[in-house]
Structure formats: C-alpha cells, structure tokens
C-alpha cells in the first residue's frame, strides 16, 4: 500500500497550513475566550472551499477524500482546535446523507453543504442514552406520509449553528423498552417545534456550540427519512466508524501544535546568557 500523498493531497495540505497560519492562528485565543462561533473562519473555509472536501464534484465539493479530509482537519487542529470541528462536523452531519441518502436527498442537501452555505450536525446523543444508543427515547410516528417527531438530544456539536440536522429517533410502537427500531431523518432547523435548548459550559474548544435540542410535534416529510424504516441504528454505527479517523487526526494536530509552540518558545525565551533550548532538561522534555 502506497502511503504517500499524490500531489492534490499535498496542495490542499499546503493550501490549509498556509491559510491557518495567516488567518485562523491570530483568531484562536480570541475564540477560545469569547466561547462564540467563529463565524468569519466559516466563511473563510467556505471561500477557499475547505468545507467542501468532504464531497465528490458531483455534489459540488472538490475530493470526497477521507484521507484528504483528516489531512486537512489534522493541519487546522495545529492551529485552532475549534475551527478543525467546522469541517469535521460538517463532514460528519453530512455522511449519513452520503451513505444512506437518495439521489434526490443528495442532489436537495449535499451542494449546499459544500458551498458553506450551511452547516451540518449529527444528532445521536439523548440525556439518558449515549454509549447506549438502543435506550434512546426520541421516538418518530408515521402518520400519512409524514413522521411527527417528539424528543430530545444532547451534547450535539454544532447543534445551534446547524441548518441541516441528522437525528436519530425510534419508530417502534414500544417507548419504555430498549428500541428495536431506529431510522435516520433529514430535519431542518426551520421546521416548526425544533427548538434549540442549553449550550454546554465547556474547559476547551469553547468557540463549537455543544448544543440540547428540542423536538415538539416536528412534522418530518416521510422523503427525508434516509434508508428504510429501522436502519438507523445501523447507520449511525456506520457513520462513526467513519469519524473516528477525524477523531485521531485533530488529536494529532493538536499534539504536533502544542509542540511547535514549545520549540518556538524553547528558542526565543534566554536564560543565563542563552537559549533555554540548550539545556539538557528542556532537551530531554522536548525530545
């Protein structure tokens, strides 16, 4: 297997580096301790079409790469943690449409996402199921050719920022026993009764919304349901699967941030005439 990037990858990897360095690296601090999202770095990725990496041209993005996605996550997270998380849930909100969806729920949902012009958002977790994603109690009834919704979720990334929403709800009978049937729904955050509640009080990545979210009688058209009736559990396993690379590589670039920084300020800071870099005990911490 041949692990060496091909010359787009490297391009793009350039591309993120040198636009982060410029533009988000300043703006990271400042983000951090606001604890607001930074909308200016959303459309500055849109701009230089970041947030469509994630897609194939037919959908209007420029890779549809997973390698090329968590290359480009991995260069932002060097620089902005918070601002990596804009194209990782973007790609994340938007893969259960990918797998699971239409052509026609690709060709409605898809080129809008690519362009930046919204935003996406995956919504699995609920107050008392998480791990556990079978003990979720969102439930979803069929009336006609339209499914009402009624629940909650929590700690959903993006949740208040996001025009496009994924969320998992179950459609069996049954609400008090461990769900037998989860399926997968389109909804959009005009739709009325979706309602966003609390954002979470965070240590770190402040400036991503980790949002609760609201379904009272939300009339959801039966053609945004992605997949058949009682898939989603599937999906929503298939679909993390698929992140968990993402996962891995802000964690890296976050690690391989913090260490040019120590290097940088192990070099410019002096004591006892100079560089504390030349220290033994700052080398071995380093190496």
Known sequence: ??????????????????LCLERVEPRAPEIDESGEFPWD????????DILAIPFTPEYGGVSGSALTLIIAVEEISKFCVTSSLILSVQSLGSLPIWLSGTESQKRK????????????AYALTEPGSGSDAGGMRTRAIKHGDTYVLNGSKTFIT?????????VFARTDQDGDTPAKNISAFIVEKTMPGFKVGKLERKLGIRGSPTAQLFFEDVAVPAANRLGDEG?????????????????????????????DLARRYARDRRQFGKPIAEFQGIQFMLA
């Open 1 to 18: 297997m041949d692990f060496q990037l091909n010359d787009e990858q490297r391009q793009i990897q350039e591309m993120v580096h040198d």
């Open 41 to 48: 770095i959303k459309d500055l990725f849109a701009k230089h």
């Open 109 to 120: 949902y898809l080129p809008p996402l690519a362009r930046g012009e919204q935003l996406a």
């Open 158 to 166: 993006g949740g208040s920022v996001a025009d496009t929403l994924v």
């Open 231 to 259: 898939q989603g559990f599937k999906l929503a396993m298939r679909v993390l699967d698929h992140s968990r690379p993402g996962i891995a590589a802000q964690a890296l670039g976050l690690a391989e941030g913090a260490f």
